[in-house]
């Protein structure tokens, strides 16, 4: 195929910080009294934005959460002080691979600082961090990829985004771009690839060596 960048998502490809977002999540809904089970969050919230999550939590339970998502963010920190780890693999993938790439995450842009300079992969990609808060609507919409894509100089269809959601894939889609599913973080339970490829990814790779011999392949 051929192309000019390669589009990480943050949380679930590079770092493996999902199951610790989910933690925080249900620990501060425990606070307000509501009871989510862990699996509801997993499915209907993994690869949607902070915001997104808690406009439809309020929907969902017919009340305002207030200062939710600060109280998220700071558990959250506590939590990833003494557990978040890079995918594992991850840093070979990057210094084996020399291609242009950024990152586009759903995370704010100090949760994802926070997280790649805890596990020492923020250098390996600033200034090239894009955030959902830098766009209108966040993922499964187009406009976080089709907004890094225009920063880095790359056409959508010149573009190969690695997702580990089915909301990052559908975008990717969405936005003209070739995904590549990865079901090597720890939220990813079996039949995850199929129901990536079945929302559009082209390929799927399980642990970051087999996602770095797919970019080598796919780069062309």
């Given at each position: 195929?051929?192309?000019?960048?390669?589009?990480?998502?943050?949380?679930?490809?590079?770092?493996?910080?999902?199951?610790?977002?989910?933690?925080?999540?249900?620990?501060?809904?425990?606070?307000?009294?509501i009871e989510v089970p862990a699996e509801d969050?997993?499915?209907?919230?993994?690869?949607?934005?902070?915001?997104?999550m808690v406009a439809d939590l309020e929907r969902r339970h017919g009340r305002a959460l207030p200062d939710f998502a600060r109280r998220e963010q700071a558990r959250l920190v506590e939590i990833c002080a003494g557990e978040l780890r890079a995918i594992a693999g991850?840093?070979?993938?990057?210094?084996?691979?020399?291609c242009p790439r950024c990152v586009a995450s759903s995370g704010t842009p100090e949760r994802i600082r926070l997280g790649l300079?805890?596990?020492g992969l923020f250098?390996?990609?600033?200034?090239?961090i894009f955030s959902a808060a830098m766009v209108e609507h966040g993922k499964p919409a187009p406009d976080l990829f089709l907004y890094a894509a225009a920063?880095?100089?790359a056409a959508p269809d010149r573009c190969l985004v690695i997702e580990d959601s089915?909301?990052?894939v559908a975008a990717a889609v969405a936005a003209g771009m070739v995904p590549v599913g990865f079901t090597g973080a720890s939220h990813c339970r079996p039949g995850h690839g199929s129901r990536l490829v079945t929302a559009g990814a082209v390929r799927i790779a399980a642990t970051a060596a087999e996602l770095r011999e797919i970019i080598t392949d796919l780069w062309g």
């Open positions: 195929m051929g192309f000019d960048l390669v589009i990480f998502d943050c949380d679930g490809v590079l770092i493996d910080s999902e199951l610790l977002a989910l933690r925080a999540v249900v620990e501060c809904l425990a606070e307000d009294g969050i997993l499915e209907r919230y993994t690869g949607i934005s902070t915001a997104g991850i840093e070979s993938l990057l210094d084996a691979v020399a300079s805890q596990v250098d390996r990609f600033h200034p090239h920063r880095m100089g089915l909301p990052g």
